[in-house]
């Protein structure tokens, strides 16, 4: 995911990173479905089932196949999985083209309460995992790792689960989102390189 390329270029924990991501993945097969279940207007007809399959088939399925990929493919083509990273980049950008594409008429419906709620859940997410990873005295690699892990998030599989089970118009914050937390791994990038 994009938390793993980003931890990987500031010179971050990449096996810590790569651990996070495993359990948040595995974990949110269950925990997406049943925390929109939760919090989701009781008018809004959630199908738990619908969702969790969904979610299987856009993280858990995906995510085996790439282990599995890379355990075979590893010892015949290192440079041909270099390339797996930049894909799935690029495929996020196509997504949020193709969100911001499908809500054209919908855009000036995004208030600047919006943009900003979204700019301070990823800072406040950069900013309380590095604090708290400084307050508990870990290395420089890990605060910079659990600061990604905590700041960004999967924004990809809200925008498609947006997407597949409501309205299109409810996929534009995870889009936003997705595109905000890429300006500001940009700025980590540049501020930890060095570091």
């Known amino acids: 995911t994009a938390s793993n390329v980003i931890t990987y ?17 595995i974990s949110s097969v269950l925990l997406t479905p049943l925390i929109i279940l939760v919090l989701a ?12 399959r969904s979610t299987l088939f856009i993280v858990f399925f995906p995510t085996l196949f790439g282990l599995i990929f890379k355990k075979y493919l590893f010892k015949v083509n290192t440079k041909f999985l270099l390339m797996f990273p930049k894909l799935s980049e690029i495929f996020i950008a196509l ?18 309460q919006l943009i900003l709620g979204v700019m301070m859940h990823n800072l406040l997410g950069l900013a309380l995992g590095y604090y708290v990873s400084k307050k508990l005295s870990f290395p420089n690699d890990v605060k910079k790792t659990i600061s990604i892990e905590v700041g ?10 947006a997407l597949l089970h409501f309205s299109k ?22 501020l930890w390189k060095k570091k």
Not at 41 to 52: A, E, L, N, W
Request: aromatic content about 6%.
């Open 152 to 161: 960004m998030q999967n924004s990809g599989l809200g925008m498609t689960l």
């Open 9 to 25: 270029l500031c010179k971050g924990n990449v096996a810590l990173s790569i651990t996070c991501t495993i359990i948040s993945t």
């Open 41 to 52: 207007d009781k008018s809004i007809d959630v199908d738990f089932q619908k969702i969790m």
């Open 95 to 112: 997504i949020i083209g193709i969100i911001f594409s499908l809500n054209t008429d919908n855009l000036s419906l995004v208030s600047e």
């Open 169 to 190: 118009i409810s996929s534009l914050p995870s889009a936003i989102f997705s595109l905000w937390h890429n300006i500001s791994a940009i700025g980590l990038v540049y």
